[in-house]
T-cell receptor, first 114, second 111 residues
Framework: EADIYQTPRYLVIGTGKKITLECSQT?????MYWYQQDPGMELHLIHY???????EKGDLSSESTVSRIRTEHFPLTLESARPSHTSQYLCASRPGPEGSYEQYFGPGTRLTVT | GQNIDQPTEMTATEGAIVQINCTYQ??????LFWYQQHAGEAPTFLSYNVLDGLEEKGRFSSFLSRSKGYSYLLLKELQMKDSASYLCAVILRRSQGNLIFGKGTKLSVKP
């Protein structure tokens, strides 16, 4: 059973606020990912990390930033939230470097910016 | 660009069999995943195909043809709890392992 956690699960916040979405996994996985998913649309990769101090931007341009100071923790930050950031954010992880390609997903954070 | 196509919606009857197709045109290919996603929840892993052929796992089977850029997910003995979105995803490069997702197929199972 995969153990990957995201907090908060739901967040409603006003425009201009700084927010951090938390993601933690207890499986010791090297690789972690952030996806953005709008209703009825595909998951888009916005950030990924191959290990501590490694972060890369994904296929979808995002104004968010990420950090990977510890293996188990991969937070995503929006410095100034806007209504266009309203979406579901999903965190995932998988073992590396040549382990299973299956990604384990957290429950997601549904963000609404008013 | 990368292109992964799935039907948007499908409807089937409880107890029946349904096949969800996925076609892909991508710059690389190192395997194809199927995930199940219930509304408002995280995707959960169903299957992974990297070689041509059929992989069977209980009520679910997945097929891959690399030469045709085609996969399908077969669900047998449908249950109401199978109502969900089914996501097709491709790994482009082994070294990265990043997934490219299709938009998903929303399956509704009716009594």
């Amino acid at each position: 059973e995969a153990d990957i956690y995201q907090t908060p699960r739901y967040l409603v916040i006003g425009t201009g606020k700084k927010i951090t979405l938390e993601c933690s996994q207890t499986m010791g996985h090297d690789k972690m990912y952030w996806y953005q998913q709008d209703p009825g649309m595909e998951l888009h990769l916005i950030h990924y990390s191959y290990g501590v101090n490694s972060t890369e931007k994904g296929d979808l341009s995002s104004e968010s930033t990420v950090s990977r100071i510890r293996t188990e923790h991969f937070p995503l930050t929006l410095e100034s939230a806007r209504p266009s950031h309203t979406s579901q954010y999903l965190c995932a992880s998988r073992p590396g470097p040549e382990g299973s390609y299956e990604q384990y997903f957290g429950p997601g954070t549904r963000l609404t910016v008013t | 660009g990368q292109n992964i196509d799935q039907p948007t919606e499908m409807t089937a009857t409880e107890g029946a069999i349904v096949q969800i197709n996925c076609t892909y045109q991508t710059s690389g290919f190192n395997g194809l995943f199927w995930y199940q996603q219930h509304a408002g929840e995280a995707p959960t892993f169903l299957s992974y195909n990297v070689l041509d052929g059929l992989e069977e796992k209980g009520r679910f089977s997945s097929f891959l043809s690399r030469s045709k850029g085609y996969s399908y997910l077969l669900l047998k003995e449908l249950q109401m709890k199978d109502s969900a979105s089914y996501l097709c995803a491709v790994i482009l490069r082994r070294s990265q392992g990043n997934l490219i997702f299709g938009k998903g197929t929303k399956l509704s199972v009716k009594p």
